[in-house]
């Protein structure tokens, strides 16, 4: 190897490779489950180096590789065993580190069974303290078990929650601390109005490849709901803001949240207002027609039933299934007026699922007669559209019968090919 070539390793979380400067690599294996290192260079061998978890050995490894590799590389010679990491043997060809589980698995599986047995004192002390020393993925995994017998620990859960706001990409990437926590305060009914509202608006930028990219979308609707379940006084003014979010998982979690609120007379103008602006995203409009079906039942059938017919196939395909969801009554008519106008078109499988969604005699009376006498094309969209509920095998067997009745060999074969797709 070149006198002075330096010898890097990538710190991340798992085994993975070290990088030679001058042009040689090492690579990695596993032998007889030890990691061992090994280089692709053949001027001078490499001694070769057995590690175990990055995680715990790379501040070591790393300090010694950086400077002591193209000494003893030049001379050819053993390095003193004060150059290698704690555990690690000077022999040259080994550093003898049993591979084994990282320190961060060891403390997610101590996490678990001290959860199956949190009633012994020993294992609400470990709850408690990883709760308040802990990263974020490790108290969303006691977070998610807690119920309402957990009334100790739910208490950890406010100061976790500030406490994973501090240097938040290193200690909760994506939020999975913090959305954790936060639903567990709302599952259990906690009243933590300051955690609440602090994460409605908060914003967290992580790096990605060529830029930056907002991890806490999904924080903020969580929150946003939180403070509608426990009926804060001002949280329709936080999930309105929700509505105007650049996030489209936070505009969608405010849409529901303002169903979920019931208060028609504010609720009602903020998703007439966004669903008249419009969204760059169809699932956000989708979920407005949703939210003001719930609010404003058949009064609002004609507005959402008007996008039906809009040029964007997806903003129709929206507003069918929100009013088949709907289940109101009233919303057979405008379906089969939008789908005997439009004459079949893109979105007529959608249409005729949303009757089928409906769950309704007479719609499914009209889907079956489509099976029975309609074309083809307007036959094998009502099959698959029935088949939602293949579950009904009374239903199951009427369609069989419907398209029995066709005398067309083909209605049959799209049936069974359906209900294999379920096999």
């Not at 939210?291 to 069918?320: K, M, N, S």
Request: net charge neutral.
């Amino acid at each position: 190897m070149l006198a002075g070539m330096s010898i890097g390793v990538t710190p991340i979380s798992v085994p993975s490779s070290i990088t030679v400067a001058a042009g040689g690599s090492l690579t990695t294996r596993s032998v007889g489950g030890v990691w061992i290192c090994s280089s692709t260079r053949r001027e001078k061998a490499v001694p070769r180096l057995a590690i175990s978890s990055v995680a715990s050995t790379a501040p070591h490894m790393s300090h010694w590789v950086s400077t002591r590799a193209s000494t003893f590389a030049e001379a050819g010679s053993t390095p003193p065993a004060r150059w290698f990491p704690r555990r690690c043997s000077s022999r040259v060809g080994s550093c003898g580190v049993a591979a084994g589980r990282s320190r961060f698995e060891q403390q997610i599986e101590g996490v678990r069974a001290a959860l199956a047995a949190r009633a012994a004192p020993g294992s609400a002390t470990l709850l408690g303290k990883t709760l308040r020393t802990g990263v974020g993925h490790v108290i969303a995994t006691i977070a998610d078990a807690l119920d309402e017998s957990d009334a100790r620990l739910l208490d950890f859960l406010p100061e976790s929650f500030v406490r994973l706001l501090d240097d938040p990409v290193k200690r909760d990437p994506g939020c999975r601390g913090k959305v954790a926590v936060v639903k567990a305060l709302d599952r259990t009914e906690q009243r933590a109005f300051e955690v609440f509202e602090r994460g409605a608006r908060y914003v967290q930028n992580e790096p990605v490849w060529g830029g930056k990219v907002d991890t806490a979308a999904e924080l903020r609707g969580v929150c946003g709901m939180a403070l509608v379940h426990a009926r804060h006084p001002r949280a329709l003014v936080e999930v309105a803001l929700l509505l105007a979010d650049r996030e489209h998982v936070a505009r969608i979690a405010g849409a529901r949240a303002l169903a979920v609120s019931g208060d028609r007379p504010a609720a009602e103008p903020l998703l007439r207002l966004r669903i008249a602006i419009g969204d760059t995203e169809s699932e956000v409009l989708g979920e407005c027609f949703a939210a003001l079906l719930e609010l404003a039942g058949v009064d609002a059938i004609d507005d959402v039933a008007a996008y039906l017919w809009d040029a964007d196939d997806a903003i129709a395909q929206a507003a069918a299934l929100a009013l088949g969801g709907s289940r109101l009554p009233g919303v057979l008519a405008v379906l089969r007026a939008a789908d005997e106008s439009l004459i079949g078109g893109r979105t007529r499988a959608t249409r005729l699922l949303a009757m089928a969604l409906l769950r309704d005699a007479e719609a499914w009376a009209y889907l079956l007669g489509l099976v029975a006498s309609g074309s083809r094309a307007e036959a094998e969209d009502a099959v698959r559209a029935l088949l939602t509920f293949r579950h009904d095998e009374e239903l199951t067997a009427r369609v069989r019968a419907a398209a029995q009745q066709s005398g067309d060999a083909h209605r049959v074969a799209v049936i069974a090919e359906a209900l294999a797709e379920d096999g």
